[in-house]
């Protein structure tokens, strides 16, 4: 009998918990060989070995939340990474707002959220308009 966790593990938990780990370690190889279904499987697999059955939708469930957060910190740096070429453009480009020494109206725009950037043709567009402009006028069609 061993120690795990302050409980007493019986020899057949202790085998459960070596298979798991196998299971793990085989869905990682999996992930890797872009197989991600076999992967879930093998980690579903696991966790019913070792929390049985009624934990997997709690465990999926922080998984998706986490997946989610990741997602939204991604299209946070996406946006700032499009406002800083954004703001780049505006002041290296001879524009007709930079002629006039009005670039920051653009710059504002885009950082206001009333615009949004044209990801076909980099224009930016105020929002109320992106989709009539995707439909009409993008250059990017």
């Keep these: 009998v061993i120690q795990r966790f302050n409980m007493k593990v019986s ?4 085998q459960r918990y070596n298979i798991a780990s196998q299971l793990l370690a085989l869905g990682h190889e999996k992930v890797a060989e872009g197989n991600g279904h076999d992967a879930l499987a093998l980690v579903l697999d696991a966790i019913r070995m070792t929390q049985g059955e009624e934990a997997i939708m709690g465990i999926l469930e922080k ?4 997946a989610d957060n ?4 991604l299209r946070k740096s996406a946006e700032l990474k499009t406002a800083r070429a954004v703001c780049r453009s505006l002041t290296e480009e001879d524009t007709i707002l930079a002629e006039r020494g009005d670039e920051d109206i653009l710059v504002d725009a885009f950082k206001d959220g009333s615009s949004v950037m044209c990801r076909r043709c980099n224009s930016l567009i105020a929002k ?12 990017g069609n």
Excluded: M, P
């Excluded at 990741?70 to 910190?73: D, G, K, P, T, V």
């Design 63 to 66: 998984a998706k939340r986490k």
């Design 128 to 139: 109320s308009r992106a989709e009539q402009h995707s439909l009409y006028w993008c250059s």
């Design 11 to 14: 020899s057949e938990e202790d």
């Design 70 to 73: 990741e997602i939204e910190e």
